[in-house]
């Protein structure tokens, strides 16, 4: 299913939690997206309401951009199509201010509940909205709830039709809905008959003979930050490779409106809301992060990636 390769990434003699920051470059990722567009929220928020309801997503996504610039850290936000629409102005300030705009499809429509030709114009149509928004070409992609499973490997042909690099999508983890457990977890070249694109699997560690998530999101506000800042000091400083950290703006933001749905979704969506941002203070200052796209970069020993295009602004 996945032919991977050997990274050149180099690994150095580091102390078991004390990593020199600048020894290892992890990716800083954000999925742009508003409270109630989460997966978890699907059966009790329908897409036709969405317009009806308070957005918060760019007050959210702005203190997260503050949150960076205080820090010098450079990230790669993975935008829906359906917020570049509407608020095209929130992509051009997060590309201004030298983060990379990366697309996260258009209406958080999980892939593998979607046929290839519908998958398609979802990310065509999300792609265009975010040129359009702030004129540089996109090359990343990550799908709404890291649905790129067994189900719908398909989805990397119509990636690399579309003109896609790299993909973050593929968990290997076993989760309710999503993963693909015996996938690599380090970066890799996924190859398909029409090219190659680059994988960046969410982050794990292996214990007990599994991968246990340790990327962010849920498992950064469930679990104690002590545990995240170990099992990324082991991948970075014992395996010498980089993590791939994601977030959402809605988890830095306990004062959102309350969503109605089931109990096990609205603990994993409203848990530790108060406690994502100074963990992610301290995760930034113990830690190094640039962009998803710098990422691959460093893995593939080329700069090619760094010359992303300026389109023509019509
Ligand atoms: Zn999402």
């Known amino acids: 299913?996945?032919?991977?390769?050997?990274?050149?990434?180099?690994?150095?003699?580091?102390?078991?939690?004390?990593?020199?920051?600048?020894?290892?470059?992890?990716?800083?990722?954000?999925?742009?997206?508003?409270?109630?567009?989460?997966?978890?929220?699907?059966?009790?928020?329908?897409?036709?309401?969405?317009?009806?309801?308070?957005?918060?997503?760019?007050?959210?996504?702005?203190?997260?951009?503050?949150?960076?610039?205080s820090t010098g850290v450079t990230a790669t936000f993975f935008i829906l199509g359906w917020v570049a629409d509407r608020f095209p102005g929130l992509v051009r300030q997060i590309a201004a201010q030298g983060h990379e705009i990366a697309c996260h499809g258009y209406a958080h429509q999980l892939?593998?509940?979607?046929?290839?030709?519908?998958?398609?114009?979802?990310?065509?149509?999300?792609?265009?909205?975010?040129?359009?928004?702030?004129?540089?070409?996109?090359r990343g992609y990550r799908a709404?709830?890291?649905?790129?499973?067994?189900?719908?490997?398909?989805?990397?042909?119509v990636l690399l039709q579309e003109g896609f690099t790299y993909d973050s999508?593929?968990?290997?983890?076993?989760?309710d809905r999503y993963g693909i457990p015996d996938a690599p977890r380090h970066p890799y070249v996924v190859r398909r008959p029409g090219g190659e694109l680059w994988e960046l699997p969410g982050a794990t560690v292996r214990l007990g003979g599994q991968n246990l998530p340790v990327g962010g999101g849920g498992y950064f506000r469930l679990f104690p930050?002590?545990?995240?800042?170990?099992?990324?000091?082991h991948v970075n400083a014992r395996e010498?490779?980089?993590?791939?950290?994601?977030?959402?703006?809605?988890?830095i933001d306990p004062d959102q409106p309350r969503v109605n749905a089931p109990p096990v979704s609205r603990f994993r969506h409203y848990q530790n809301l108060a406690k994502t941002e100074p963990r992610l203070r301290r995760l930034l200052s113990d830690f190094s992060f640039g962009t998803a796209a710098t990422?691959?970069?460093?893995?593939?020993?080329?700069?090619?990636?760094?010359?992303?295009?300026?389109?023509?602004?019509?």
């Open 240 to 251: 010498g490779k980089p993590v791939m950290f994601y977030l959402h703006p809605w988890e």
């Open 1 to 69: 299913m996945f032919a991977a390769k050997t990274l050149p990434v180099a690994a150095g003699a580091f102390a078991p939690f004390k990593v020199p920051r600048h020894r290892v470059l992890n990716a800083m990722t954000v999925d742009v997206e508003d409270y109630f567009q989460v997966s978890a929220f699907d059966g009790v928020v329908p897409r036709e309401r969405w317009d009806g309801l308070e957005s918060r997503v760019c007050r959210n996504t702005e203190r997260l951009l503050e949150l960076f610039a």
């Open 295 to 314: 990422l691959v970069q460093t893995a593939a020993g080329s700069t090619d990636l760094l010359r992303f295009p300026a389109l023509a602004m019509s």
């Open 169 to 175: 999508s593929v968990f290997p983890i076993r989760h």
């Open 225 to 233: 930050y002590a545990w995240t800042r170990s099992a990324i000091a």
């Open 111 to 138: 892939v593998y509940e979607l046929t290839p030709a519908e998958f398609r114009d979802d990310v065509r149509r999300a792609k265009a909205a975010l040129e359009t928004a702030c004129g540089v070409e996109v």
């Open 144 to 157: 709404p709830s890291y649905s790129i499973t067994a189900r719908s490997l398909w989805a990397f042909d």
